[in-house]
């Protein structure tokens, strides 16, 4: 359990009003810690007592996601196995449930994952609550197995008479039958999980990127008072995420507190809105970084330490000397306010924070427009390190100029991303004997046509097709490759 007593250093304040907030502060975090360490506790108690009388039988529980309460990280090592419960809102891109995917996969050590839940058509807990279109939940489980699950289930068998989540999906609704529409589409998903499943599955995703996330920042950004209430910290990590995403870069996605030795086997490392340093950490992104790899952070970054106080001497704190950057401070835009970011491939628009920016040895990529009194200030920076580079992103940007400011990033490292038409996503899983399995996957209700020389002479496992340029996908269709 979290030792209380080294939670608080001694620390004196000006007045007492101060003093009350920097506590309640602080308290805050240390509850969070608390309660996720709680709740594991009562998970490892429960898989003791199992373990009594089974000791080989996996044992594992639903985690969801990007759920702000529990750390993980922290429970994924007590699991035998990773498994979660996908139920994406009506709304919710399919580059955030990718990143899902991938947040389960690697906390789990990279080992394939559970899709323990998913509904078979409605969800029940929205405002409205539509149906999923013919064939979207054949797309929802096959990119679930693209991005590393080697099973697919679904909650519930049978829609249940009385109860919260009577209208909860089911495999077999109120009226019984097996002639449903949704019926019918989960017996054919079954059909071939079954036929090729078992070829596919322990194989492996390979990436060259990481993105840190991070639940310590997580709970302290959406904890803060100030300078902003805008934030919401998986949609920071989205940001980045799906960059990388729309141009089929598979992305690790791991721990602020990862050792050297791990990180420095990726090329590119990105922590988004990393506002509490963990100790190490720092030192940890300066060898890195020394010994050649790329890191990107940027707003709100490097402000706190693990005590949820602020890091004296200048934003980012730790990271300062990184970074090659001192904000001296962080202007917050209204909702629906922005401002326009200038520069090199960049011609963006920024929302919500924009740093003020002053260089201490970075380089700048792009500035700051509009008729703010820092407009000409730095909002994007580069810092060479050693033999390697930071780059300091100051205001969160648009889909378009996030795109761009990676851009040339991806192209410098050499990430060999791969075009697809929008809503096409394209990953791979690696398999023994050099076989790869590439998933091509239409994420919308409209037809798409796209050739990729990559895929020729591969055998689509559901059709036998052997590609040939030309590849043909319906509304919410699935190509399944091999690729020798």
Not at 285 to 293: I, K, M, S
């Amino acid at each position: 359990m979290y030792d209380w007593g080294d939670v608080v250093p001694p620390v004196s304040y000006g007045d007492g009003i101060s003093d009350a907030k920097c506590v309640v502060s602080g308290l805050q975090m240390d509850y969070r810690r608390f309660q996720s360490q709680a709740q594991l506790a009562c998970y490892t108690n429960e898989r003791d007592a199992i373990r009594e009388y089974d000791a080989t039988t996996p044992i594992t529980t639903n985690l969801m996601g990007t759920f702000k309460d529990l750390d993980y990280f922290e429970w994924a090592k007590e699991m035998d196995v990773v498994s979660w419960d996908n139920y994406p809102g009506m709304d919710t891109p399919p580059s955030f449930t990718a990143m899902c995917h991938d947040l389960m996969r690697v906390i789990g050590g990279n080992k394939p994952f559970m899709l323990m839940e998913q509904t078979p058509n409605q969800q029940n807990w929205f405002p409205f609550c539509k149906v999923k279109q013919p064939g979207e939940v054949r797309k929802l489980s096959w990119q679930a197995v693209a991005h590393g699950a080697d099973t697919v289930r679904f909650f519930q068998m049978k829609q249940s008479l009385g109860g919260c989540e009577r209208f909860h999906g089911a495999v077999i609704a109120h009226d019984g039958t097996e002639e449903s529409r949704v019926f019918k589409e989960t017996a054919a998903l079954g059909e071939e999980l079954d036929r090729i499943g078992r070829r596919i599955m322990g194989s492996r995703i390979e990436s060259r990127v990481a993105i840190m996330f991070d639940w310590q920042s997580y709970w302290s950004l959406e904890g803060c008072v100030g300078p902003t209430t805008g934030f919401n910290y998986p949609n920071e990590v989205h940001r980045f995420y799906r960059a990388l995403w729309r141009r089929n870069v598979p992305v690790d996605m791991i721990a602020s507190t990862t050792p050297l030795a791990r990180l420095s086997q990726y090329d590119l490392a990105i922590a988004p809105a990393l506002i509490t340093v963990l100790p190490g950490v720092a030192e940890t992104l300066e060898a890195y970084v020394a010994d050649g790899g790329t890191f990107i952070t940027g707003y709100m970054a490097g402000i706190h330490d693990e005590h949820d106080l602020v890091v004296p001497g200048g934003y980012p704190g730790k990271l300062r000397r990184l970074m090659g950057v001192w904000v001296e401070e962080i202007d917050a835009l209204a909702p629906g306010e922005t401002i326009e970011v200038h520069g090199g491939t960049v011609d963006a628009k920024g929302e919500i924070v924009a740093s003020i920016i002053h260089r201490e040895g970075a380089e700048r990529l792009a500035t700051y427009g509009g008729d703010e009194f820092y407009a000409g200030h730095s909002a994007l920076t580069v810092n060479a390190y050693g033999k390697g580079k930071a780059y300091f992103v100051g205001t969160p940007l648009d889909e378009t100029g996030m795109s761009a400011f990676m851009a040339p990033i991806i192209k410098e490292l050499d990430l060999k991303s791969l075009d697809t038409p929008e809503d096409v996503s394209l990953s791979v899983r690696y398999g023994d004997g050099g076989t790869r399995y590439a998933f091509l996957i239409n994420n919308s209700a409209a037809d798409k046509r796209l050739c990729l020389s990559e895929l020729n002479g591969g055998t689509e496992l559901l059709t036998g097709t052997v590609i040939n340029d030309l590849i043909e996908l319906k509304p919410y269709g699935v190509d399944v490759i091999a690729l020798r």
